[in-house]
């Protein structure tokens, strides 16, 4: 399945609660950061609720992630080999 995904990078989540959390994002469907810490976010809560973890899930929904030092031109021309890390502190 992952060689459907055309532009596909890696992030992952450094974070208290969620450290190691890894998703491949499509990048050729988003505009802008906010799409990919979007789509990671979703995926995150996917796995949650399916593992049923209702304290994580209202831990993720007060969460902040973002992603330091890194634009979104950035992303998009670095190889796919990058990693890109996304944290929810300061």
Known sequence: MDNLLINKRKFIASSDLFL?????????????????????????????????????????????FHIHDVTFNNIINNDDNMIYYLCDHI
Not at 49 to 58: A, C, D, M, S, T
Request: hydrophobic content about 40%; glycine content about 2%.
């Open 20 to 64: 190691g959390y890894e998703v491949d994002i499509d990048i050729s469907n988003c505009s802008n950061i906010n799409d990919i810490i979007n789509i990671f976010i979703e995926d995150l809560k996917k796995c949650l609720i399916r593992n049923n973890f209702i304290v994580l899930l209202e831990k993720l929904n007060n969460s902040n």
